[in-house]
């Protein structure tokens, strides 16, 4: 019998993060293999040691980069890769490569590096960056979930109150997408197909995420959004991506951004369809 590992940070005490192992836990069983929850401080990175016990795989919903990092030292698979995670978590790095391989998406700025005891102000870069995409625009811290750390920016004053706050954290630049207000579609994709798919919206909020107090439905996508996060998915190397579209002037998908470790409870509660069960089978199509 197979045998899998299921990763998730044991320092989050919200149970989404442990409803969300038990999703591809339940999934594991149903495919026959014998699958075990771990919170990632369970797994003791002993690099000098050797574990002579190793699964088959691991599913890592974490965004534990060094964890993953040594699970795939050890030989073991990893989904998703810890590259793909760590790029798909810092959104100024996936920025780049959705941008390189010509993704469709927001134009996008990216901030220098600025030590937090330092400012560029005055040095013509923020002043270029509010010249190219006016205002509204869209500020984003490199990390962060849920819809958390990003931030709509109406004035120069909030503008730069903005940019003085996050010296020393990466961030970036990114038109504001009027068209798509309070409203996105949430796909999940595995390996090379879409599984389930979401139109979330919000009456109250720029953003449409669900834990911002927004609301979801099913919805049928059209070819090009198929093809845009199927795309989007390959492009930042994710076999396991929840991929965010935005709504252009014309209603053509841009990327928002993709997820390497997206929650499928809510889509699972709106679709009837648990991702789980087709990551599992992908995962057993690799390690055959």
């Known amino acids: 019998m197979k045998s899998g590992w299921i990763i998730y940070n044991g320092s989050l005490v919200n149970n989404k993060f442990r409803d969300q192992a038990e999703l591809v836990q339940e999934a594991a069983y149903r495919a026959g293999i014998s699958a075990s929850i771990y919170k990632n401080y369970e797994v003791f990175m002993d690099v000098t040691a050797e574990i002579e016990i ?10 534990d980069i060094v964890l993953a990092t040594f699970l795939k030292s050890l030989g073991i698979p990893v989904f998703n ?25 927001p134009r996008t700025i990216v901030a220098p590096k600025v030590y937090r005891n330092f400012t560029i102000q005055d040095s013509g870069y923020y002043e270029r960056v509010l010249q190219e995409l006016g205002l509204p625009m869209i500020i984003k ?36 997408i009027a068209s ?12 090379d197909r879409v599984v389930a798919a979401m139109y979330r919206h919000s009456e109250t ?12 439905e099913t919805v049928e996508l059209t070819d090009a959004q198929i093809d845009v996060a199927l795309r989007a998915a390959k492009s ?6 929840g991929v965010d579209l935005l709504f252009g002037v014309n209603e053509e ?35 055959a």
Do not use: W
């Open 253 to 287: 998908p841009l990327v928002c951004e993709v997820n390497a470790a997206a929650h499928i409870r809510n889509i699972y509660n709106v679709t009837g369809i648990n991702v789980a069960d087709a990551m599992i089978e992908y995962i057993l199509e690799v390690i």
């Open 236 to 241: 930042v190397g994710a076999v396991f991506a």
């Open 205 to 216: 909020d720029f953003r449409a995420n669900i834990t911002n107090g927004g609301i979801a």
């Open 54 to 63: 190793l699964p088959d795989f691991v599913v890592f919903l974490d965004k």
């Open 81 to 105: 890769d810890p590259e793909v995670i760590e790029r798909c978590d810092n959104k100024t790095k996936q920025a780049i490569t959705l941008a390189y391989d010509g993704i469709p998406m």
């Open 141 to 176: 811290e490199a990390r962060g979930s849920f819809g958390m750390n990003v931030y709509l920016i109406e004035t120069v004053e909030q503008f730069y109150e903005k940019t003085d706050s996050l010296r020393g954290v990466d961030h970036l630049f990114q038109e504001f």
């Open 180 to 191: 798509s207000r309070g409203r996105d579609i949430r796909v999940n994709v595995v390996g």
